[in-house]
Every structure is written in C-alpha cells, then in structure tokens.
C-alpha cells in the first residue's frame, strides 16, 4: 500500500496558478496510477484529473486547459499544476493512487491528508 502526502496548496488570487504535489512512499510508485481529487464545502469529492502507470491523462471537463497531472516516478511524486485559476476552484485537494487505475477512478485507493487550495475573487 502507497502512503501520500500532499503540499502546494495556499491562497492565490483569481487568474494564478499554484503547483500541488503528492509525494509517494510505501509501494511501487510506477506501477501505480494517480488521481487528483477536490472537495468544496458542501460537496461530494470530485476527481479533477488522473494519471495511469504509462503517463495517459485525462481531466474533468472543468479543469480541461488549465490544469496538468503529471508524475516523476524517479522521484515517488506527482504534481497538478493548476493556471488561470478560479474562485470555484477553491476546495481541499487530495490525491490517490493504486494500481489499479479502477480503482483511482473509484476513490478508493490510497489517500492523502489533502492540501487546501482558496482561490480569492
């Protein structure tokens, strides 16, 4: 089993851009795919964008264009850069992995701890 742990978040004004990263131990990291997910006051967790083991991304169609997943498996991690950002962005960020892309997709591999993103209008 892979334990994360996220970082990155913080407060940005309408129209930045913050960089999240999920640092891997535990497990594997290559093998596994990886999954960002966000959750707002009041709302379910949503997945935002996901990565498989062989680099194949795909992204909600509210973050498409302005956020990228990626994974440097040399160093255990993976990142979510997050441009032109929105007040609607603002919610706390968690990723999951497991190698199981499925299971990713389900949100019911391994979780972070989450990092806070508030997005100021």
């Known amino acids: 089993q892979v334990q994360l742990v996220e970082s990155g978040g913080g407060l940005v004004q309408a129209g930045g851009s913050l960089r999240l990263s999920c640092a891997a131990s535990?497990?594997?990291?290559?093998?596994?795919?990886i999954g960002w997910y966000r959750q707002a006051p009041g709302k379910p967790r949503e997945l935002v964008a996901v990565?498989?083991?062989?680099?194949?991304?795909n992204y909600a169609d509210s973050v498409k264009g302005r956020f990228t997943i990626s994974r440097d498996n040399a160093k255990n991690a993976a990142y979510l850069e997050m441009n032109s950002l929105k007040p609607e962005d603002t919610a706390v960020y968690y990723c999951?992995?497991?190698?199981?892309?499925?299971?990713?997709?389900?949100?019911?591999?391994?979780w972070g701890q989450g990092t806070q993103v508030t997005v100021s209008s």
């Open positions: 999951n992995a497991d190698r199981r892309l499925l299971a990713v997709l389900a949100g019911t591999g391994s």
């Open positions: 535990g497990s594997t990291f290559s093998r596994n795919a």
């Open positions: 990565i498989s083991s062989g680099g194949d991304t």
